[in-house]
């Protein structure tokens, strides 16, 4: 079995969407002056590597906890979209040379992640209200991909945010080495959030399983 790990690091001082709130890492309790050392860990819910649940951007959608953790371990496929340059549209005719079967997880890979941390981070591709139409009629359970934001960054619409969480369509954003994925293979990727009650997402350790 050859597990790929997708997942940033989290870390002090780490790039954020702009706006979320700041993370830290603080000492809690430490081997010096207690019985055992434990960190104090202030996160936000989209920080890093990490999924949305439907009540993100939908006031009645469910919260993360509200899910089984099968929901978020599913069989799928990668689509090169290396081709993509800043800012450009991924449009439904992109996704079409993917064999998508319904429940799969799909992942976009554009190669973004190598700017994670830069300014030309928040100038990534996005997906057309279409192309998230499109992967809910082939019956996605899972889009992830390796930029900032399924829509675009500081833009004024946050359509494919709308219709894949109104379809209960799990996003992840902020993969990492994506270009390890093979285009031809089958992967078992597992998108595990932490089990907390009532919130909109979670920063996850995403990985692909080659079995």
Same mark, same amino acid.
């Given at each position: $079995?050859?597990?790929? +790990? ?7 001082? $780490? $790039? ?10 603080? /000492? ?44 978020? !371990? ?5 689509? +090169? ?25 799909? !992942?976009?890979?554009?190669?973004? =992640?190598?700017?994670? @941390? ?15 139409? =499109?992967?809910? /009629?082939? @019956? !996605? ?65 995403? !990985?692909?399983?080659? +079995?």
């Amino acid at each position: $079995m050859h597990v790929i +790990d997708l997942t940033h690091d989290i870390q002090n001082g $780490m $790039m954020i969407y702009p706006g979320d709130p700041e993370i830290a890492i603080m /000492e809690g309790l430490t081997h010096e002056r207690d019985y055992c050392h434990v960190d104090q860990l202030h996160l936000n819910s989209h920080l890093g590597t990490h999924i949305d649940a439907p009540f993100h951007f939908l006031p009645e959608g469910k919260p993360i906890h509200a899910f089984p953790a099968e929901a978020f !371990v599913r069989r799928g496929v990668a689509i +090169d979209l290396r081709h993509k340059k800043a800012r450009e549209i991924i449009t439904a005719e992109d996704l079409h040379s993917a064999c998508l079967v319904p429940g799969c997880a799909v !992942v976009l890979v554009t190669g973004w =992640y190598r700017l994670f @941390g830069m300014d030309d981070y928040l100038k990534h591709p996005y997906l057309s209200k279409e192309a998230a139409e =499109y992967l809910v /009629e082939q @019956g !996605v359970s899972v889009v992830a991909v390796d930029f900032l934001n399924v829509d675009q960054t500081m833009g004024e619409d946050w359509d494919a945010h709308n219709v894949l969480l109104s379809n209960e369509i799990f996003i992840v954003e902020n993969l990492n080495h994506t270009f390890a994925l093979d285009f031809e293979k089958n992967y078992l990727f597992s998108f595990l959030p932490l089990k907390i009650i009532g919130t909109d997402g979670s920063p996850i350790r995403a !990985v692909a399983i080659e +079995d």
